[in-house]
């Protein structure tokens, strides 16, 4: 299949697809400088964000008590200030307290943070159901409920470089920024910035639905992950297990495989293309000419 994709049919796509990148905003990538999340595009990860907003109130909260008692202890309770100090073992008011406290705090983050838990792990009927398999190192994406598939590289990676459809591709070395790599993307719609995140062939899905994705992989553990959508499930060879998203905004969203996997593990990008659900109706028309009836020819070990 992977041949057969990406020196055949996928040219088409690349030609494509790549133009609606440029009508679409880049929303969920990586920041030079950033110390926050990336946006958050459905209600997962505005949980997870409002989660991690008020943990780390606690925690400063908690800390500043701990530093303020520590101080207080020192001014306190030096050998200048006090030079024989009192000798017991044991203080009850305080032991109860230290037992307390902690128990109290951890059964109040337990009942915000298992709500956001346990909604991302309820999985709901799918709108969309995408079949997600990781291979060293790329991903293969089934559209199960249409019958096609196709495989997803870094752009630039030598399974991207056609000579015959793009004379330019001679001068790209594989995995290199430099101008000619620079031009490859500019042509697939890409910026600077995309080096690394941006893929030849991406997932297409419809705003505002709900996509299901299952997640395996063919040889080793592999992990796929879109931080603005806030999920993140591990791929398994001979196992399958589920995600769901419904992203609320329209953009182009990017991800990266999150388990080591091997040597070319840095070269394995996620993108994810949310659109409107004509344009995903156009997409998906086309790519089920592009796609449908290429042998699906990925094997997902067992155990």
Known sequence: MKN?????????????LPAMAQELEIIGKPVAGGVNFQPAATDLAVGIHKLDAMILVIITVICLLVAGLLVYCIVRYNQRVNPTPARFSHYTPVEIAWTLGPILILVFIGAFSLPVLFKQQEIPEGDVVIKVVGNQWYWTYEYVDHDFAFDSYLLGHPATLDEGARPADADVTPFV??????????DSGYSDDEWLLATDTAVVVPVGKIIVMQVTASDVIHSWTIPSFGVKQDGVPGRLAELWFQADKEGVYFGQCSELCGKDHAYMPITVKVVSEEAYEQWLQGAIDEYAGLPATYQVASN
């Not at 057969?4 to 494509?16: I, N």
């Not at 920024?177 to 500019?186: E, G, N, T, W």
């Open 177 to 186: 920024l430099d101008d000619a790599m620079r031009a490859k993307l500019a």
């Open 4 to 16: 057969a994709l990406m020196l055949s049919g996928l040219m088409t796509a690349l030609s494509s």
